[in-house]
């Protein structure tokens, strides 16, 4: 047996540069932090809500204000990185420096489930940029490497490079051990991710979608589907990416104006460069996650992503009802 491979081993074998390599050493460490923060926070005097709202309008807690810091704090000890995309931020933060690296993220994904102790996770992009004058409004698919913590029962870091998704478990040494390297996306599952409260605002693909699943053995499709939702994208992203399904948050009636829900450059983007590289797919239900162009980096997006038979059995009902 071989001995098992820490993430600075997997970094030295799979990452482009070690540039890049230190870019993601610096956001592991930032997310083994949060790791930490997190699993003593409610004694700590670190549970509930501030009376700060953040630029989407949704009211700020104390986790999110000290996960963010926590990324600020890593990220400004390495002069690779020279700029920074928060949810957390209204503008991006210019660092003092002529990094070569713009990072986006979520600082702490599914914060409305830390008062309930149920998993949550940080979510980050790494792109390219001339710090002289630096493009952030970049497709996904220039994404240069993305990944997530999910601070679950155990701690696990996903990263993708584009061409294979790997997985690692943070150690009680504080080490991420690699524990996949190649995470594939079963084709077809038979569960499905969705706020069905939201129902009454679906567009018919969504509608015709669900009603084919809730049908089961009966139904047209003559197969029986199981309904998970934890209100984390990172738990059920990462659910989908070790045991497959579907995750949606469609544009529905009353997201229309915003143009969804979900954030395209700290969220939506990072996820579909990770289930693609593990063979899964992502759509907006109108063509790829990764090739929407955003117009801002708080850009919201329709998210329909997952196992790739299941994501092209709703783009084709989307197909049809134009
Ligand atoms: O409130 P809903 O409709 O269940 O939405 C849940 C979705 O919102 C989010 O919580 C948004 O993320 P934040 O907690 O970072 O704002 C996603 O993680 C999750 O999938
Ligand atoms: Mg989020
Ligand atoms: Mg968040």
Same mark, same amino acid.
């Given at each position: !047996?071989?001995?098992?491979?820490?993430?600075?081993?997997?970094?030295?074998?799979?990452?482009?540069?070690?540039?890049?390599?230190?870019?993601?050493? /610096?956001?592991?460490?930032?997310?083994?932090?949060? @790791?930490?923060v997190?699993?003593?926070?409610?004694? $700590?005097?670190?549970? +509930?809500?501030?009376?700060?709202?953040?630029?989407?309008?949704?009211?700020?807690?104390?986790?999110?204000?000290?996960?963010?810091?926590?990324?600020?704090?890593?990220?400004?000890?390495?002069?690779?990185?020279?700029?920074?995309?928060?949810?957390?931020l $209204?503008?991006?933060?210019? !660092?003092?420096?002529?990094?070569?690296?713009?990072?986006?993220?979520?600082?702490?994904?599914?914060?409305?489930n830390?008062?309930?102790?149920v998993?949550?996770?940080?979510?980050?992009?790494?792109?390219?940029?001339d710090?002289?004058?630096?493009?952030?409004?970049?497709?996904?698919?220039?994404?240069?490497?993305?990944?997530? @913590?999910?601070?679950?029962?155990?701690?696990?870091?996903l990263?993708?490079?584009g %061409?294979?998704?790997?997985a690692?478990?943070?150690?009680?040494? *504080?080490?991420? !051990?690699?524990?996949?390297?190649?995470?594939?996306?079963?084709?077809?599952?038979?569960?499905?991710?969705?706020?069905?409260?939201?129902?009454?605002?679906?567009?018919?693909?969504?509608? /015709?979608?669900?009603?084919?699943?809730?049908?089961?053995?009966?139904?047209?499709?003559? %197969?029986?589907?199981?309904?998970?939702?934890?209100?984390?994208?990172?738990?059920?992203?990462?659910r989908?990416?070790?045991? +497959?399904g579907?995750?949606?948050?469609?544009?529905?009636?009353?997201?229309?104006?915003? +143009?969804?829900?979900?954030?395209l450059?700290?969220?939506?983007?990072? !996820?579909?460069?990770?289930?693609?590289?593990? *063979?899964?797919?992502?759509?907006? *239900?109108?063509?790829?996650?990764?090739?929407?162009?955003?117009?801002?980096?708080?850009?919201r997006?329709p998210?329909i992503?997952?196992?790739?038979?299941?994501?092209?059995?709703?783009d084709?009902?989307?197909?049809?009802?134009?």
């Amino acid at each position: !047996m071989s001995a098992p491979k820490t993430l600075q081993d997997w970094l030295q074998a799979e990452a482009p540069s070690s540039e890049l390599a230190g870019v993601i050493t /610096t956001i592991a460490a930032a997310c083994a932090e949060i @790791a930490k923060v997190l699993r003593t926070a409610p004694t $700590d005097g670190l549970a +509930g809500a501030t009376d700060h709202t953040n630029v989407q309008g949704e009211t700020q807690k104390q986790l999110d204000v000290v996960s963010n810091d926590i990324f600020i704090k890593h990220i400004r000890q390495n002069a690779a990185i020279s700029i920074l995309i928060s949810e957390e931020l $209204d503008e991006e933060l210019h !660092m003092q420096n002529q990094g070569r690296f713009a990072i986006a993220t979520d600082p702490l994904d599914g914060s409305s489930n830390l008062d309930v102790n149920v998993t949550v996770g940080s979510i980050f992009s790494v792109l390219a940029v001339d710090p002289n004058a630096p493009d952030l409004l970049q497709p996904g698919s220039e994404q240069l490497a993305a990944g997530y @913590a999910a601070y679950g029962p155990s701690t696990s870091l996903l990263l993708t490079f584009g %061409k294979t998704t790997a997985a690692f478990t943070l150690s009680n040494e *504080g080490v991420f !051990m690699l524990d996949r390297e190649a995470v594939q996306v079963a084709a077809q599952s038979g569960e499905y991710a969705i706020n069905s409260a939201r129902q009454r605002f679906w567009d018919a693909p969504t509608s /015709t979608y669900v009603a084919q699943n809730i049908a089961g053995e009966e139904g047209e499709l003559g %197969k029986r589907y199981n309904m998970r939702w934890v209100g984390s994208m990172v738990a059920d992203i990462h659910r989908i990416l070790m045991r +497959g399904g579907i995750f949606l948050y469609p544009l529905d009636s009353e997201t229309t104006a915003k +143009g969804g829900r979900l954030r395209l450059l700290y969220e939506a983007n990072p !996820m579909s460069l990770l289930l693609e590289a593990a *063979g899964g797919a992502a759509s907006t *239900g109108h063509g790829r996650i990764l090739d929407v162009v955003p117009t801002d980096i708080h850009q919201r997006v329709p998210v329909i992503m997952g196992s790739s038979a299941e994501v092209a059995r709703l783009d084709a009902l989307y197909a049809k009802a134009k």
